[in-house]
């Protein structure tokens, strides 16, 4: 009777220790995008399956051909509202991973990339400004953007920043204004908003959503004279029939940005918003700027530099 007792109360014990390993696997994930939103970093980035590539993709995106969309831009700066246009450029290039730039040749070792090139011109008052990011996101979606790149130029000066994936997220930054200077500094690797643009591109099923730890845009950060770093974020996505709407709040930043892109392949994106403060002291407020799209091209941009091309720019609304 004794040995049976003890027998079964083994069982109850193992039971109990199955139960209590189960509740724990299942809410890893969880924990995981608490602990990314409570701290503002993620400690370890988790490594993810490589996915395979969809056929559809595959005739879209290696066809030769640069995806190229305008927008009409009215872009808050100043605390005031800018007329002017955005260009998102997309294509796939192999990525060399050590030197983190566009490879010369073909090689096994090289990582295909969605490539995007995004940008910005408007003028405040006399002066423009022209603006540009890249983002180098791998086309089998199991890891972060390789590489980030930002500058922006106007007649007070230019800043450059440029953020690379290595063990750590390397960033190196340069600016005109003796606060910011040059500067090194290393991140522990979480979402960064620039590569979300390629992921909705490629997979938006897999965007994140929830409670998370985001980068902001380069862009913002740099404009805003924010310091660079990871910051709390609640994410959004909502199906509206044809078109779907990505959300990124930043509570802290006063911030809310808004990508409206189609719900099936290949996920064009139609137009954003973003609002947030602008504007100097008591007189700044919340603004928003938004862009709306013009005209999207598939076409080898590159090989089309002579003057006979020209007309192109207009077919895309762009002076």
């Not at 390789?146 to 130029?153: D, E, W």
């Not at 190196?172 to 003796?178: G, I, L, N, Q």
Request: aromatic share 12%; charged share 25%; hydrophobic share 35%.
């Amino acid at each position: 009777m004794k040995k049976w007792l003890k027998f079964e109360f083994s069982l109850v014990l193992f039971a109990l220790s199955i139960s209590i390993f189960e509740s724990c696997k299942e809410n890893t994930t969880q924990e995981a995008s608490e602990m990314a939103f409570n701290n503002g970093k993620t400690e370890k980035a988790l490594a993810l399956p490589k996915k395979t590539i969809s056929e559809d993709f595959k005739k879209y995106w290696y066809a030769g051909e640069a995806e190229i969309t305008s927008y009409k831009l009215e872009q808050a700066r100043y605390g005031e509202l800018r007329e002017g246009n955005a260009v998102l450029v997309f294509v796939t290039e192999p990525f060399l991973k050590d030197k983190q730039v566009k490879a010369d040749e073909k090689n096994p070792d090289n990582i295909p990339v969605l490539k995007l090139n995004s940008t910005k011109n408007y003028l405040t008052g006399i002066y423009p400004y022209s603006i540009m990011s890249s983002s180098f996101y791998p086309v089998h979606d199991h890891q972060h953007a390789l590489k980030v790149s930002f500058s922006a130029q106007e007649w007070c000066g230019q800043v450059y920043a440029q953020l690379n994936n290595k063990e750590t997220f390397e960033i190196t930054s340069h600016s005109y204004f003796e606060s910011e200077g040059d500067q090194e500094l290393k991140l522990d690797k979480t979402i960064l908003e620039d590569e979300l643009w390629n992921k909705i591109r490629i997979n938006p099923e897999e965007l994140p959503v929830g409670k998370v730890a985001v980068i902001p845009s380069m862009e913002f950060i740099r404009l805003s004279h924010k310091e660079l770093n990871a910051y709390n974020a609640i994410i959004t996505l909502v199906n509206d029939g044809d078109l779907n709407w990505y959300q990124i709040e930043y509570p802290e930043l006063e911030r809310t940005l808004k990508i409206s892109f189609k719900s099936t392949f290949p996920y064009t994106i139609e137009s954003w918003s973003d609002s947030y403060k602008s504007g100097f002291g008591e007189n700044a407020r919340v603004m928003t700027s938004t862009a709306t799209k013009i005209k999207r091209l598939k076409t080898p941009y590159w090989r089309q530099n002579s003057n006979s091309f020209l007309p192109l720019r207009d077919t895309l609304g762009l002076r």
